[in-house]
């Protein structure tokens, strides 16, 4: 079955300093995708990034910067510079495809990241 | 409309009660699919549907939960007999298809207490 941990329940830092979110998965499929999603205190899941099992590069939106290795089952999330907005929940999810997708997406139990002033 | 709404946004009900979760997916998008997050479990799959047909059932927490979509567009949550576990915040997503290859567009989620 798969599963998904992110192991930092919560992660403090300070305007401007860099962070990265750890991500580990598992799975047995050999064809998945993998999704960071972001809460804000709002609480509506905004959508962040989609990557599949075949497509290792790694890949930078603005300040934000994705880092999968399927050597380690790892799907690290970086960023960059930052902001008090960015505090928020983020999760790490994972879809199977050998189930036709039928199955949903299997969340971490997410990373509470603050950003203080 | 713009996003998947789902209402009502807010319910506090007894225990032993019959609740209905609303979910308004995005028009046009085939995939429907239901979580529950709470602070125990974080966030869990629950059931999803592509059309009206929901393929597996086996992600609902007991047979006092069902949901049924119709008209390929709007899906009810039902939870009968609620129990104070049943608790959590209840989320819906919708996709333009099958497969995880599709970004999942989420609601603003109904809380649910159960006293």
């Known amino acids: 079955a798969q599963k998904v941990t992110q192991a930092q329940t919560e992660i403090s830092v300070v305007e401007k300093e860099d962070v990265t979110l750890d991500c580990v998965y598992e799975?047995?499929?050999?064809?998945?995708?993998l999704f960071w999603y972001k809460q804000p205190p709002s609480g509506e899941l905004v959508f962040l990034i989609r990557?599949?099992?075949?497509?290792?590069q790694n890949e930078i939106s603005g300040r934000y910067s994705w880092n999968f290795q399927k050597s380690t089952s790892s799907f690290n999330f970086t960023i960059t510079a930052s902001q008090v907005v960015d505090s928020a929940v983020y999760f790490c999810?994972?879809?199977?495809?050998?189930?036709?997708?039928?199955?949903?997406?299997?969340f971490g139990k997410g990373t509470h990241l603050i950003i203080q002033p | 409309g713009a996003g998947v709404s789902q209402s009502p946004s807010n319910k506090v009900t007894e225990k032993g009660k019959d609740v209905e979760l609303r979910c308004d997916p995005i028009?046009?998008?085939?995939?429907l699919y239901w979580y529950r997050q709470s602070l125990g479990q974080g966030l869990e799959f629950l059931i999803y549907?592509?059309?009206?047909?929901?393929?597996?059932k086996s992600g609902l927490p007991s047979d006092r939960f069902s949901a049924e979509r119709t008209g390929g567009s709007v899906s009810t949550l039902t939870i009968q007999r609620t129990q104070q576990e049943d608790s959590a915040v209840y989320l819906c997503?919708?996709?333009?298809?099958?497969?995880?290859?599709?970004?999942?567009?989420f609601g603003p989620g109904t809380r649910l207490t159960v006293l």
């Open positions: 799975t047995r499929d050999t064809t998945y995708y």
């Open positions: 990557r599949n099992s075949f497509d290792e």
């Open positions: 028009s046009g998008h085939t995939a």
């Open positions: 997503a919708s996709s333009h298809g099958l497969a995880g290859n599709n970004e999942q567009f």
């Open positions: 999810a994972l879809s199977e495809m050998e189930g036709g997708g039928a199955d949903g997406l299997t």
């Open positions: 549907f592509q059309g009206n047909s929901a393929p597996d």
